[in-house]
Nanobody
């Protein structure tokens, strides 16, 4: 079974930086996309950034993070990173890693990590 393990969240002041990491493990055949989503208290989960391994590593970002966040991935290692710079209090949320692909046992998967909290103080 495929599992995602996230790390890197924490408390940071406005303008600071954090780097999130997510590693997928298990009987993975391929991963098509890996991305980061976030959910703030009282709000719906939203896309932050995604890397599409099946499309030459193309990336997509939410407008609210463009120019401040950078997603990168290593398809061979089944990992994805999110470098977050110039953080704002509005970035405070639980950040979730997501991976979509196929494994050798059950075929297609769409997995979520356990979430890592990011708090930006003003």
């Amino acid at each position: 079974q495929v599992q995602l393990v996230e790390s890197g969240g924490g408390l940071v002041q406005t303008g600071g930086s954090l780097r999130l990491s997510c590693a997928a493990s298990g009987s993975i055949f391929r991963i098509n996309t890996m991305g980061w989503y976030r959910q703030a208290p009282g709000k719906q989960r939203e896309l932050v950034a995604v890397v599409v391994f099946s499309s030459a590593g193309s990336t997509n970002y939410a407008d609210s993070v463009k120019g401040r966040f950078t997603i990168s991935g290593d398809n061979a290692k089944n990992t994805v990173y999110l470098q977050m710079n110039s953080l704002k209090p509005d970035d405070t949320a639980v950040y979730y890693c997501n991976a979509v692909g196929a494994d050798y046992v059950r075929g297609r998967f769409d997995k979520w990590g356990q979430g890592t909290p990011v708090t930006v103080s003003s």
